[in-house]
């Protein structure tokens, strides 16, 4: 069922403010829905909300998926996607991993041997991919399984030789 993107905004606000006040945090919240690609953005401001994003953002995903489940339940809502960061936290995280990325990139290019990161989160991962995607000789794929899914940087194929010639 669709419903409202701004529906699913105020429903999605009022379980974050019920947990800031559960959690004893105060905090301020920034709701902005763009209807154009179905997403609500949400972005929580304040003093000492590192909890709230726990190790490599694990807590801040995990409340992001308490979100739209709660928003879901709630509307019966199939459509919109929220976005949930925490004192700027996914952009930093994703220029430091961007910048990680560069480096293992190089390094890749230099030695031409393979480098296989650590396991991370999807939203890690597409960084990544978005990076080396950017970096000319080197590619990048996902392996592994769950939580042991994690990123491999290489260095590019050579791209087949075609023959203007039949065999």
Avoid at 31 to 48: F, S
């Amino acid at each position: 069922m669709d419903v409202a993107l701004d529906q699913q905004a105020e429903m999605a606000s009022t379980f974050l403010r019920g947990l800031l006040d559960h959690f004893g945090a105060t905090a301020h919240l920034t709701v902005t829905t763009a209807d154009d690609d179905e997403r609500i953005d949400i972005r929580v401001d304040g003093d000492n909300l590192g909890i709230l994003i726990g190790p490599k953002g694990s807590t801040l995903l995990a409340i992001q998926d308490l979100t739209r489940t709660f928003v879901q339940h709630r509307t019966s809502a199939r459509n919109g996607r929220i976005h949930l960061d925490i004192s700027g936290y996914r952009d930093k995280r994703s220029k430091a991993l961007a910048a990680f990325t560069e480096k293992v990139a190089a390094e890749v290019l230099t030695t031409g041997r393979a480098v296989a990161l650590e396991p991370m989160s999807p939203p890690d991962r597409k960084v990544v991919h978005d990076t080396v995607g950017r970096i000319v000789g080197v590619e990048s794929r996902s392996e592994g399984e769950d939580d042991r899914r994690h990123v491999v940087i290489s260095c590019q194929a050579p791209a087949a030789e075609t023959s203007d010639h039949p065999s």
